[in-house]
């Protein structure tokens, strides 16, 4: 019976590890264009820049005269590659952002 046990054990922990277990790809954060960015003028309000790129992910709450748009793509469990975006604001205004882009967004 221990033995049989013992063979039953094995097998059920044995497949928590079964290298053929299928890994998605994962997608998180705001998903922003090229197009979007060329949309972006100077002097544009906040709420303009909202429409335009969507809400940012990340706001300063320290220093509110920047916003932050990340995306992060991990395909199958492999390296994470990631994409940032600081748009930068004025008295509310927009005033310029830098950019830090993935050579391809793999989500279209």
């Known amino acids: 019976m221990q033995k049989l046990t013992a063979l039953i054990l094995t097998l059920v ?19 922003v264009t090229d197009e ?9 309000p906040r709420s303009q820049v909202h429409a335009v790129m969507g809400s940012p992910l990340m706001l300063n709450p320290v220093d ?13 469990g492999g390296d994470i590659k990631e994409q940032r975006i600081v748009v930068y604001y004025d008295d509310d205004r927009f005033s310029h952002y830098e950019a830090q882009l993935l050579e391809e967004t793999p989500a279209y």
């Open 64 to 76: 509110p005269s920047r916003e932050y748009y990340v995306y992060t793509f991990q395909r199958r």
């Open 13 to 31: 922990m044995s497949g928590c590890i079964f290298p053929g277990v299928y890994k998605i790809n994962v997608q998180q954060g705001s998903i």
């Open 36 to 44: 979007e960015l060329t949309a972006l003028t100077e002097g544009m």
